[in-house]
Each structure stands twice: as C-alpha cells, then as structure tokens.
C-alpha cells in the first residue's frame, strides 16, 4: 500500500532550478533570520556567541553557525528550567 502523504513542493530558483541552500549570510540578514538587530548581532559576534568568517573585507556568517547558536540557546533554556 502506497503512501498519499501530501509532499512539499521543493522551491525553485528563477530559473526554475531546485533552489540551493543559502549557506553564507551577511549581517544584515543573519541578523534578519534570528529576528534581532544589527547592534545585537554585532554584540554577538564580537563576545563570541556567534562564530563568523571573513572573505575579504566582508564578515560572513554561515549558516551553520546560525543553527549552532540557536541550538546554543535552545540548551541554555533547558538546563534553566
């Protein structure tokens, strides 16, 4: 017997190419993606909180350290209550 789950439609790019996981975001938009400011992200990342590369001039942060602070975060609030 076969299976009639619903599947999400995998995004497309405006090619119409199966879309690519973003995997470096400037500032601006990691700060976006965590839903706190510019200030509070620079904040983060100058104690260490948040870890970030640098190509160039740019400041970079990767996607994998985005899910790793939340994880971070995410276990400070289970050990708190």
Known sequence: MTSLRAT???PLDPEGQP???KLLYRPKEAAQALG???D???DLLRTGRLQS???GGA???TADAL???VAKLEA???TAA
């Open 36 to 38: 706190i400011s510019r």
């Open 59 to 61: 400041r970079l942060i």
């Open 8 to 10: 999400k439609p995998e």
């Open 76 to 78: 400070e609030a289970s």
């Open 19 to 21: 879309a690519m996981e």
């Open 53 to 55: 590369v640098k190509d």
């Open 40 to 42: 509070k992200l620079y």
């Open 67 to 69: 899910r790793a602070y």
